[in-house]
């Protein structure tokens, strides 16, 4: 053995050296909100029972032992995803558990809502999603439009909301933000202010995250929330709302919202420089580096927009009516992964944390919904409601769910709000259409905080902006969309034929 | 290999290793390490650096591998809170080369312990080289630590002398 000598930066080397024992860190914050969703549950669920609701015609409506668990259950939820206590998808575990072992439902009832269309749509656009990312779609995509929007700063952020707005119709808008984020990243690095936060990274990361919830309310593929929307709605009211009905609805709204939010951006964080010199050189090397379209990406083009014509067409042609839409969307999982575009690799990567989220909150509206809680809570709530014009109350529910939206994930909001404001718009005579866009526009765009969806987190990792900043910008923001709503809703909506006020 | 050589038979004494404390920058951990390359005789593959923490006790190992890991510009990283597919980026890695001057320079006055890899597994002086071969074929490991009586830090054993050993065993007539 060679000399003892003492090595740089540390001590003279005791006679014997040993290996450093491991610190374990107790996350008290963590158990306290564990059990903080525990007593909320138990406190409920073990309490003597409550009034019943009185509707404005004097009926009653009791709430059950069982519809007061959901509600006990609803709240020991609510508390473990906005905290994150335990993986988002295991709280939707626990979900189907507690339904199960407190007799809220039976297991059959909890656990099938786990696996009902609407998550299989879910599974199917992910994997689209996973599709795109693995053949350099995406990448192939992001870096043309850097190369047509050329180095002026104001385009670059124009570019980037209209790509990631764009991908967003395709895939979920989880999967387009991460996407789309190194290369966010790569054109900030060239700005050439280092680390050091400017108006053009906030315009960029902030202007990312909120286009990539404008964009995915276009259709049934940029977020779970849509199919599972859809999915309630049909359970509620018999009805299933198309592909092609959808966007009808939302393509709008969506684009004049990503247009808004560039302006804005624009006006309020307007870049330092003009231009990021050097940018083209930069991205023609880049599309080098993907060569020419391989023969695994048109096959995905060809797929995906397969599938998407089936789904839109069927509401023209009456003979693709009965398919079912999620058989449809699964149609393209299985030719990706029989052609091998995808494998085995591929399936272990798909984000079952997520899907699962879905599930439970497919699993907690529908046990809302089914116990009667969902009625009970409406019913008390409808006297604030009582007297006033539908549009109020259209508007107050989907400031409700934009409220809930940036508490909890988005598909969580829907799955509390739609079975409670359903009810509720039934009393005063609206359409329950008006009530499903009007939750969908604002279920999916959380500008406030950045729990409310993961682009929000992701955009944040960029470290251009702080929580406060977020929020001071999503102020006016969520402002702006309440009125571009309250405008589609008195002129476009029905224009476009949407039923407003029931018959 | 029943009767192969041991883990005792093939490895370093600790003080032939460069090491270093966890509070040094990655620059200077570079620095270490280019020193040590000038000393072919001892080790001139200076496959990792051990980190020690101010009491003297192993923390882990930094590999050339994590010093380049910890110098490339976070577009370059997966977003930790997006649940996608991680994605290849060679395209955007040409984009690096810009960020030398001011990024990467920055980077590496981040502290080694961000970027060292935990001392998780170990060998004892006299295991089989084979389980030595085994944990770094299994957990990419391109040395061990060895230690005795499960706490006490005796010395190193490297790939070379893993391969060395085991390939022996196998052209040896």
């Given amino acids: ?503 | 290999m029943s009767d192969g050589k041991l883990v005792k038979d093939v490895m370093l004494g600790i003080f032939e290793y460069p090491h270093i404390p966890y509070w040094f920058s990655i620059e200077q951990a570079i620095k270490v390490v280019k020193a040590s390359f000038i000393q072919p005789e001892k080790h001139m593959d200076p496959l990792a650096v051990l980190v020690f923490d101010e009491k003297y006790n192993l923390l882990g190992t930094v590999t050339l591998k994590d010093i380049l890991r910890g110098l490339e510009p976070t577009f370059l990283k997966q977003p930790a809170k997006a649940q996608v597919l991680e994605e290849e980026k060679t395209g955007l890695a040409v984009v690096w080369d810009s960020l030398f001057k001011e990024e990467s320079k920055k980077l590496a006055q981040k502290p080694v312990s961000e970027i060292m890899v935990p001392a998780k597994h170990f060998v004892d002086p006299g295991d089989p080289v084979t389980k030595a071969a085994y944990l770094m074929i299994h957990f990419d490991l391109p040395v061990l630590p060895v230690i005795e009586d499960k706490k006490k830090f005796v010395g190193i054993v490297r790939m070379v002398e893993v391969f060395d050993a085991i390939s022996e065993e196998i052209i040896k007539e």
């Fill in chain 1, 1 to 503: 053995m060679a000399e003892k000598k003492r090595p740089e930066g540390l001590p003279e080397p005791p006679p014997e050296i040993y290996v450093a024992k491991e610190k374990r860190k107790i996350n008290w914050k963590r158990i306290f909100f564990i059990f903080l969703g525990l007593a909320f549950f138990f406190g409920i669920y073990f309490s003597p029972a409550w009034p019943d609701a009185v509707d404005p015609m004097g009926k009653h409506f009791p709430l059950s032992k069982e519809a007061k668990g959901a509600i006990a259950l609803f709240m020991m939820a609510g508390i473990w995803w906005v905290f994150e206590v335990v993986p988002i998808g295991v709280t939707s575990i626990a979900i189907g558990v507690f339904q199960a072992i407190f007799a809220i439902r039976s297991a059959k009832d909890a656990f099938r809502d786990f696996m009902d269309p609407s998550v299989m749509f879910i599974f199917g656009s992910v994997v689209v999603g996973l599709a795109f990312t693995k053949t350099g779609l995406t990448k192939r995509l992001a870096y043309n439009m850097l190369n047509v929007v050329g180095e002026r700063t104001s385009m670059i952020v124009l570019g980037a909301l209209v790509v990631t707005a764009g991908l967003a119709h395709l895939m979920a808008h989880t999967a387009a933000a991460a996407t789309v984020f190194p290369i966010l990243l790569a054109i900030n690095a060239l700005y050439g202010e280092g680390d050091k936060p400017t108006n053009f990274g906030k315009s960029l990361f902030i202007g990312m995250a909120y286009a990539a919830g404008a964009g995915s309310i276009v259709t049934f593929l940029g977020a779970a929330r849509g199919p599972a929307a859809a999915g309630m709605f049909k359970e509620f009211t018999g009805r299933d709302i198309g592909f092609f009905e959808l966007t009808k609805y939302m393509f709008l709204v969506g684009w004049i919202m990503v247009f808004l939010i560039w302006v804005y951006l624009m006006v309020f964080l307007k870049p330092e420089k003009k231009a990021i010199h050097g940018l083209k050189d930069k991205v023609k090397t880049m599309m080098k580096e993907l060569g020419p379209m391989t023969g695994q990406e048109k096959f995905v083009i060809i797929c995906v927009l397969a599938v998407i014509c089936v789904m839109s067409l069927q509401s023209f042609v009456p003979a693709l009516k009965p398919l079912d839409r999620s058989a449809i969307m699964l149609c393209s999982t299985l030719l990706f992964f029989l052609t091998g575009v995808l494998t085995i690799k591929e399936l272990e990567e798909i984000p079952w944390n997520i899907i699962l989220l879905f599930s439970g909150a497919m699993s907690i509206g529908f046990c809302l919904w089914k116990t009667g809680a969902a009625q009970w809570l409406a019913v008390n709530w409808l006297v604030m409601f009582q007297q006033a014009p539908w549009i109020v109350f259209v508007l107050a529910i989907a400031t409700f769910v934009l409220i809930m939206t940036n508490f909890i994930m988005n598909v969580a909001a829907i799955a509390i709000s739609l079975p409670v404001s359903l009810v509720i718009a039934n009393y005063l005579g609206v359409a329950p259409d008006v009530i499903l866009y009007a939750s969908l526009v604002t279920a999916g765009m959380p500008f406030l905080l950045l729990i409310g969806a993961a682009p929000n987190a992701i955009a944040y990792q960029s470290g251009q902006f702080t929580p406060g900043e977020f929020f001071k910008h999503g102020i006016p923001m969520s402002i702006i969309l309440i009125l571009v709503l309250a405008v589609f809703l008195v002129t476009v909506w029905p224009l476009l034929g949407m039923p407003i006020l029931l018959k």
